[in-house]
């Protein structure tokens, strides 16, 4: 399977899991990600927002790759 069909059969459950591994630097047991599987992972989290692009988050990428960047303003009118 190559990369990229591996990141299309990520559930979103799995995407989230993944998402916060990348961000606090280590996985749900504890263990730090080394730097081979950070960067793996990130690559996974960006390529899962492009194929999905439809987080509500402040900087996400869409589904043609581009970087995308909500205002402030954008952000309380979507959480209000």
Known sequence: MSFDQTVAS???????????????GKWP????????QKELSLQAVLLWQSQHGDEPEHMTLDR??????????????QFK
Do not use: F, I
């Not at 990520?10 to 606090?24: G, I, N």
């Not at 043609?64 to 009118?77: A, R, T």
């Open 10 to 24: 990520l559930t979103p459950e799995m995407y989230s899991r993944l998402k916060l591994a990348v961000e606090l």
């Open 29 to 36: 047991d504890g263990k730090a990600l080394t730097p081979e």
């Open 64 to 77: 043609q790759g581009n970087l995308v960047m909500k205002s402030k303003q954008e952000l309380k009118e």
